[in-house]
């Protein structure tokens, strides 16, 4: 399979990029841990008011809920990174760019290759300079692990947006976009 990859720039940033929603909820822990040092040294823990304890729970479920977010965001913007345009000869992916196929590729592999080695940073690749390039059909993979093992998601013809159809796995999206090429 031969299959022309554009150039890929900066993969330690977006490395150091991702590990950027770690630092923010250590950074939430250690806030954590100083405010309950600070309200022990100044023996806030003695005053018999219950309002204390209820600002320390609501303390704790700010952070977690601030954990859960990230992690939720996160996930969101990982699934648009795995959608892939689909076009008779080329795909196109908002990380690798546009990917030119030969005639006996085939399409499953190519996106199978494509979100193997997707990097999840925060640089968008250029959109297809030719203008007359007509998609054929979206495919958004909500899962994609184990090299391809497992796969789930949808695929979107363009000429009927409002029916997308769901896959579960590798054989089921082949028989979705069979004839792309």
Not at 157 to 172: I, K, L, Q, T
Request: net charge neutral.
């Amino acid at each position: 399979m031969k299959m022309s990859y554009p150039a890929r720039s900066n993969i330690q940033e977006s490395r150091r990029m991702r590990k950027s929603n770690w630092i923010i909820a250590a950074v939430l822990l250690l806030a954590s841990v100083a405010f309950l040092w600070i309200w022990h040294a100044l023996q806030f823990d003695l005053v018999d008011n219950p309002l204390d304890i209820v600002v320390t729970v609501v303390w704790w479920v700010v952070i977690a809920a601030a954990c859960v977010a990230i992690h939720w965001a996160e996930k969101k913007r990982q699934e648009r990174i795995r959608t892939i345009f689909v076009a008779p000869g080329l795909l196109y992916n908002s990380e690798m760019g546009v990917v030119r196929l030969s005639p006996d590729d085939e399409v499953v592999d190519a996106l199978q290759a494509i979100l193997s080695n997707l990097t999840f940073g925060f640089e968008l690749a250029e959109l297809p300079a030719n203008s007359r390039v007509r998609f054929q059909r979206i495919v958004h993979s909500s899962k994609f692990g184990d090299a391809g093992a497992t796969w789930e998601g949808d695929v979107v013809e363009v000429s009927r947006p409002d029916r997308p159809r769901e896959f579960h796995d590798r054989n089921e999206l082949a028989s979705l976009v069979r004839g792309a090429v």
